[in-house]
């Protein structure tokens, strides 16, 4: 059974306007339930006052949350031990964006329903609280509140009031409507109003999963549970195991295995909609949920059926309804206006129309299952209930039944939301008004306040669900049923065509009878005046078909009142079929079954094959083999078929392929033949097939898997992300192997993405050549990624199928920007000098110290980064880091050019796949000399000069004379060591008592002196004017 790929999350609107999240406290932030109880089912909660439109959705009730443990409350607790795990109490507060009025709500993004059969990337379930799982391991996915949009149906302006599910300010004399799966009960002593929310507690184990039996302890066999609120949703019950009722066994155990009879149930779930509560005669009070169930028949067989389980006590006890029907599905209760019960259900076996029972005893058991012609389906979910809920019994308001589903009964496409009215209990349903084009899954329905319907509904498989809402107004309906009989035409001649008209309203109606005609068909229109209350009129159209028209033709019929309003039906119109040929063609693989891992094929063996031929003709055909790729058993004399009757079918058994060496090189064979079709005179038909490929070897998985992000339309500049927001991104998958396979990630920066968690980009059954997008996954900011400015969103991908080795397939995803990056470097060099001697000037010894350093001058984080061959790792934004310094000693050109440039540098940097380079450019530092000496400058006593980068001072007036040209002449050498000390120099007058370096001793002059250089002779002694000081 296909599934629809989710249900919303669970929501609780509560009186005083507050809503809570499963397991948050009064005003605490919503948050994500992961008891496999919660993560599987999402409950629903009906109520018996005027429902919120709010809590109605296409997966069950929306009153609010599960209970807060999991302490379960059995019936038989000698066949039931309690898990071990609680679970927190249940509450939740309302978001803002459902305060908000519009006419159409996305609501949160939420876990989704898939089987391998849907051209869905996702293979696991989540569900409601009153439905079943469809996969394993399924759970919820945490609501994020979106912005909200407008919808492009046609549904007038609706607004999503704040205001009580489960309102009780005023004595309850009869029992309201539900919202969703959960039952709205009114206790008939108190008359208080309660939710009771149903929903299955699959363990380890999914609908199709379950075993038989009904042991609560076994993991292995999915449960059943109602839970209760009193206080309108802001807390629930611990849960009730109810699964002896719902999920009987009456097998035996023999040697250890348990051995089903018939009417056990092996999978079940509460189908996703909601409960009721009778109003009328006998039965008014009873409380009514559905299920569907995998059933054991008489036969050994399974079938998909129906049934009700109902509580005549305020839910205190509860008993099982009879199976009904084969093939069923998620199906709905509505009560009539008579008190019967009416059954709708999707049908599980695609006959693409409604399944409908009615039950005459509250639901206990049910009449024959028929269809309903008017009510095409695409095999979805759909809701059914009453227009008017206040109604009194037998009222022409309590006769309106309000249908909602996709209007699309020609094929699986879920699209073309509908609204129909009924104002007969269901018998026909003349009104019908389009929702919303396109895209429609899942929807629920409910009436809400102020005489509106709300209806809840899927946009997408992936995160929109919406809400709408009309009144009876904007329906436009007339209750006035159009039937027309099926009626044979001829292509190109006019035909009568009966059509009519019964008037269901109180007062007389008049307008006009048509038909919608496609291109090239015409159709006249007919007058209705003055038809009676309850009275009939059939009148004449004339129906013209265009030439070529063939078979069956549905059109559709109105009736238009004087006012405007209309009625509809689709009428049946059948014409010949022309004569044509043709033959659907297939092919089985007959070869005995063998592991081509181990074992592959070689050359000259051969692989059989079955050919079925199916004749489409519908005239006598001779079906002939033609062009194949066969190496025998194919020619006309084995498959050939002469004489085929209309209808007929065969198989031809000898085709043979014996494998050649391209054969083995590709890896697989798919055999490819087509038939030549003659007969009744007609041309020539060639019909050709190509059967699935017979792996050959092993090595054949592959996929094509391309990611992006989906959030184009955002100005990183303007409006970058922050940490934890989500970035959405999406992946296209294409099966590049020759045959079915399963593809799903097995790494990534993404969630929801990897299996089994609700929203993965898993699919099973992949067909050849077939290929999905998975729109689901998001990336969670982290402040790593702000501060990087991107995020890498590589992922890895498994692609597997029956007898081949998995292969895993790296996807590479790049840079995903977070931030308008814009990575900076920036280099600088300063120089320092040191005045090593302490003369004040510089001059040759001097040092001069380069601090050089490189800063990150840009918006995001920068690694590896170089500067002059020093690897310096990582700058965050804003961070400066300085080399290691260079000194610098000063040369006498230094002195003499008065300056010292220090040498260019280059770092480098990267953010990511981004490089930077910065260069610090020559940066050049004056020097502090003393002025050069110049042969025509007069000098006085101490002034100083610089000469040969050396330090010189006048001793008297002098002019013309050189620096150093004599001992004895007008200038003295200053110089001082590094420390402070002075230099001997054999130009400077020195005093008694001066102290000198010379040659690294140190020396104290005994008097005047000038040239005399300290010396010390091999004797020890110290001659002249210097003695050593120790």
């Known amino acids: 059974m296909a599934r629809s790929q989710g249900e919303p999350a669970s929501w609780c609107v509560c009186s005083r306007g507050t809503a809570r999240r499963p397991g948050s406290p009064r005003g605490a932030a919503r948050r994500t339930l992961n008891d496999p109880l919660h993560r599987t089912n999402r409950k629903a909660c009906p109520c018996n006052a005027v429902p919120n439109p709010l809590s109605a959705t296409p997966g069950g009730a929306r009153c609010s949350s599960p209970p807060s443990s999991e302490r379960w409350r059995s019936r038989s607790a000698s066949r039931r031990k309690p898990p071990s795990r609680h679970l927190p109490r249940a509450t939740s507060t309302i978001p803002r964006w459902l305060r908000e009025p519009t006419r159409s709500r996305t609501s949160p993004p939420t876990a989704r329903r898939t089987t391998s059969s849907t051209a869905s990337p996702h293979s696991h379930t989540s569900v409601t609280a009153s439905s079943s799982p469809r996969g394993t391991h399924a759970r919820a996915a945490r609501p994020t509140p979106p912005t909200p949009t407008r919808s492009s149906s046609a549904a007038p302006p609706t607004t999503a009031r704040r205001g009580a599910i489960c309102r009780s300010s005023r004595p309850v004399t009869q029992p309201r409507r539900s919202t969703a799966t959960p039952i709205p009960a009114t206790s008939s002593t108190t008359r208080r109003a309660e939710c009771l929310a149903f929903f299955v507690y699959s363990k380890d184990v ?17 449960s059943a549970a109602v839970i209760h609120s009193d206080d309108q949703g802001v807390t629930w019950s611990e849960p009730e195991l109810i699964t002896d009722v719902v999920k009987p066994a009456n097998g035996t155990v023999v040697n250890g295995a348990y051995q089903p009879v018939a009417g056990d149930v092996r999978g079940v779930f509460a189908t996703s909609g909601e409960g009721i509560q009778l109003r009328y005669g006998e039965h008014a009070g009873r409380l009514i949920q559905q299920y569907a169930a995998h059933v054991r028949q008489a036969d050994g067989s399974e079938a998909i059926q129906a049934y009700s389980v109902y509580s005549d006590d305020h839910g205190a006890t509860w008993q099982r309804g009879a199976f009904v029907g084969t093939g069923m599905d998620e199906n709905k209760v509505v009560e009539l206006s008579d008190g019967r019960v009416m059954l709708n259900s999707r049908d599980s076996s695609n006959g693409r129309q409604r399944k409908v029972a009615i039950s005459t005893d509250g639901g206990a058991t049910y009449g024959t299952v028929t269809r309903d012609a008017e009510l095409p389906d695409p095999t979805n979910n759909a809701s059914i209930t009453r227009l008017h809920p206040d109604a009194p019994k037998g009222s022409a308001d309590a006769r309106k039944l309000i249908f909602t589903n996709s209007n699309n009964g020609a094929n ?21 008004r389009t929702l919303k084009t396109g895209f429609f899954a899942y929807s629920s329905a409910t009436a809400i306040d102020d005489g509106r319907v709300g209806v809840l509904w899927e946009g997408d498989y992936t995160d929109q669900i919406r809400f709408s809402s009309f009144d009876e107004a904007w329906l436009n309906a007339v209750c006035a049923p159009v039937s027309v009989p099926e009626t044979a035409l001829q292509a190109g001649v006019a035909k009568t065509v009966p059509v009519t008209i019964t008037n269901q309203e109180d007062t007389a109606l008049s307008g006009t009878v048509s038909f919608h005609t496609p291109t090239g068909w015409t159709a006249s229109d007919a007058a209705v005046t003055d038809l009676a209350s309850g009275a009939s009129v059939t009148v004449d159209v004339s129906v013209t078909a265009p030439a070529g028209a ?57 692989l059989a094959f079955t050919v079925r031929v199916v004749g489409t003709s519908n005239v006598v055909s001779t079906l002939t083999p033609a062009a194949n790729t066969f190496s025998s058993g194919f020619s006309p004399t084995a498959c050939r078929w002469q004489n085929l009757a209309v209808g007929g079918a065969y198989n031809c058994t000898t085709p043979r392929r014996t494998l050649t060496q391209e054969d083995i090189d590709r890896g697989w064979f798919a055999p490819e033949f087509s038939f030549t079709i003659t007969g009744g005179g007609l041309a020539t038909v060639t019909a050709s097939h190509t059967g699935a490929a017979v792996p050959l070897r092993d090595g054949l998985l592959d996929a094509d898997i391309s990611g992006k992000r989906t959030d184009t339309g955002r100005d990183l500049a303007a409006d970058p992300y922050a940490a934890g927001e989500r970035v959405p991104y999406s992946f296209r998958v294409d099966n590049a192997t020759p045959g079915t396979v399963t593809v799903a990630p097995v ?8 299996p089994p968690n609700a929203g993965n980009c898993r699919y099973q059954n992949l067909p050849k050549d077939g290929g999905y997008t998975c729109a689901t996954p998001r990336h969670t900011v982290t402040q790593d990624d702000v501060d990087r400015g991107y995020f890498t969103a590589d992922t890895t991908w498994r692609v597997e199928a029956a007898g081949q080795t998995a292969k895993d397939i790296e996807v590479p995803g790049g840079e995903v920007d977070v931030i308008k990056r814009a990575p900076a470097l920036a280099a600088s060099i300063s120089g320092e000098w040191t005045d090593a001697n302490g003369t004040g000037v510089a001059d040759a010894g001097d040092t001069v110290t380069w601090t050089r350093t490189v800063r990150n001058t840009g918006n995001v984080l920068l690694t590896d980064v170089t500067a002059d061959g020093a690897e310096l790792g990582s700058l965050a934004k804003g961070e400066t880091r300085q080399l290691e310094s260079q000194v610098v000693t000063l040369t006498v050109d230094d002195i003499t050019a008065a300056k010292i440039a220090a040498e260019r540098f280059a770092a480098t940097a990267s953010n990511g796949s981004l490089d930077v380079t910065a260069r ?18 007069v000098y006085l006593k101490g002034d100083q000069v610089t000469h040969q980068g050396r330090l010189w001072e006048a001793g008297w007036w002098t002019r013309g004379e050189k620096p150093g040209s004599s001992v004895s002449g007008a200038w003295q050498e200053v110089a001082v060591n590094g420390d402070g000390e002075v230099v001997w120099t054999a130009t400077q007058v020195f005093l008694a008592g001066d102290l000198v370096v010379h040659d690294g001793q140190r020396y104290e002059a005994r008097w005047w002196t000038r040239g005399d250089e300290p010396v010390m002779t091999s004797s020890g002694k110290h001659p002249g004017a210097w003695k050593p000081v120790d």
Do not use: H, M
């Open 206 to 222: 999914s609908f199709q999963g379950s075993r038989y039996g009904n042991d609560d302890a076994d993991r292995n066999i999915i």
């Open 412 to 432: 699986g496409d879920r699209v073309n939301g509908a609204v129909r009215l009924s104002c007969d209990d269901g018998e026909t349903w003349p009104g019908l």
């Open 550 to 606: 063939e078979g069956a033709q549905r059109l559709q019929a109105a009736f238009t009142t004087a006012d405007g309003r209309l009625s509809q039906t689709t009428a049946a119109l059948q014409l010949p079929l022309n004569a044509k040929l043709g033959a659907t063609l297939s092919v089985t693989n007959t070869t005995a079954a063998r592991d081509v891992v181990s074992n592959p094929y070689k050359v000259g063996e051969q």
């Open 747 to 754: 790494a990534g920066p993404f969630a929801p993405f990897l």
């Open 920 to 937: 610090a450019e020559a940066s050049e530092l004056t020097l502090p000399t003393a002025p050069l000496w110049a042969a025509g400058t």
